[in-house]
């Protein structure tokens, strides 16, 4: 799994404090939209070419770390 603490930053000021990639203004919900409609890595990267492919396993990583936290869920 990437170590995406060295890639993924939060600041209060950019874009309202969501994690974004290297200090840039895509978030890593960004990049887990466009995957989630149907975008490929290439086209990504093509059409984002400040991006590399470690930002977005990044990205990946990062929504995998929150999603694998514990939650409290009603039933």
């Not at 309202?16 to 995957?35: F, H, N, S, Y």
Request: hydrophobic fraction near 45%; avoid cysteine; proline fraction near 4%.
């Amino acid at each position: 799994m990437i170590n995406y603490k060295e890639i993924i930053t939060i600041e209060p000021g950019k874009r309202g404090g969501k994690p974004v990639i290297r200090g840039m203004r895509i978030t890593v919900g960004d990049i887990l939209g466009w995957l989630a409609s149907g975008m490929t890595i290439p086209e990504i990267l093509s059409d984002f070419d400040e991006l590399t492919e470690t930002d977005i396993y990044a990205a990946l990583s990062f929504a995998a770390n929150r999603e694998n936290k514990t939650y409290l869920i009603a039933v």
